[in-house]
């Protein structure tokens, strides 16, 4: 890179049928302002929240953790899309994104033994994982989970394909993401530590792809190979998980998507630099921990890494590794993050009190810095953060931008 050359990390580029105009990326959020009864967003309040951080034209923007149905999770802290009511209301968020010039993908998920059983139980769905074993810290009376059977992993194959129609189709995001890490459903088949399957779904390195490869590929031939994603963390210990030796395990998994399905719209990976307990934390990896024989399975198709980045290691790793880079607690509190990194303007610290509450405070309320508004003569932070009946906030549509990086 030449000292006048932009840095990689704001240059362009296409994740299937999304142009980005840079790579800084708002990571999936888990962020609890839901109605615990419709499992809908709050709105207006999430729409504002996704729609101050898509203020970058060009943005991708990674929606929070997102159930497919009551059936396979049951948490009142998490939205879904399995109803007509969940599609009106993610239609108005994936609107409002495109209004602002920027992109949004879904991600998909499922908790499996990470699940609630109570909840599930309240409305007689049955609590399963790819085996009986309990989490290590759950109360002793809670059940243990019950092992999958063939016609439940056939009905999470439909449930996860329904919901990805009804995301791009009905409520047009312009795509989706599995969440295949952290220690859901998806995490758990493919470990060793909690998939102990005797049959075609367990057993070795290739029986435990075999149901998130089936999943894959019912959500390509549902929307589309380029409007497809897969997130994963091989080295998160979150859920129980944690495997002796990784790598084998998740380079065979990537090989397969890589092979098969060699027009994804992107590979995301969280780093082991991340720690799932201390979100402020930089982690230092153990030897041998490292994504970069992912990375090489994957070239030179799109790489999304996420892990307690700083300005500088996004800069570095972005120009020697062309990946994006996934930002989650410092885009809470710095809506206006792409603009910030790319002329250096200092972050503001996140409250992570207000991380998982239900207010608009630490959600909403974080101002754009003084040089983004100075963009449009005569705004001010007052412009986007209007207090609103009921403590939420809006954004006036008024408030756009065109010249932002």
Known sequence: ??????????????????????????AP??????????????LPLVKTYYSQRASIP???????ATTVSREAGDDEFFPGMWSDEHVKAWKEIVDVIHEKGSFVFA????????AKPQALAKYGYRYVAPSPIPLAHRPLEDPAPQEMTREDINNYVQMFANAAKRAVYEAGFDGVEIHCANGYLFDQFLRDVSNQRTDEYGGSIERRCKFPLEVVNALVEAVGEDRMAVRLSPWNTNGDMGMEA????????????ASSYPKLAYLHMIEPTHDPNDHFAFR????????????????PRPFISCGCYSRS????????????????????????????????????????????????????????SDEFLALKPGSTNSDVLIPCPGGTHSVPPSFRRKAYL
């Open 1 to 26: 890179m030449s000292p006048t050359e932009a840095p990689k990390l704001f240059k362009p580029i296409d994740l299937g049928k999304v142009h980005l105009r840079h790579r800084v990326v708002l």
């Open 29 to 42: 959020l888990t962020r609890f302002r839901v109605h615990p009864e419709t499992r809908t967003p709050v």
């Open 58 to 64: 060009g943005t991708l923007i990674i929606t929070e």
């Open 107 to 114: 991600q998909l998920w499922a908790p499996g033994r990470m």
């Open 246 to 257: 990784p790598v084998p395990q998740f380079a065979r998994f990537i090989t397969q998507l």
């Open 284 to 299: 230092v990896p153990l030897e041998g921990e490292s994504n970069d024989p992912f990375r090489k399975i994957w070239a």
């Open 313 to 368: 290691r996004a800069i570095r790793t972005a120009e020697e590794k062309g990946d994006l880079i996934a930002f989650g607690q410092t885009f809470i509190s710095n809506p206006d993050l792409p603009f910030r990194l790319k002329h250096d303007i200092p972050l503001q610290h996140g409250d992570a009190e207000t991380f998982y509450s239900h207010e608009s405070k630490g959600y909403i309320d974080y101002p754009f």
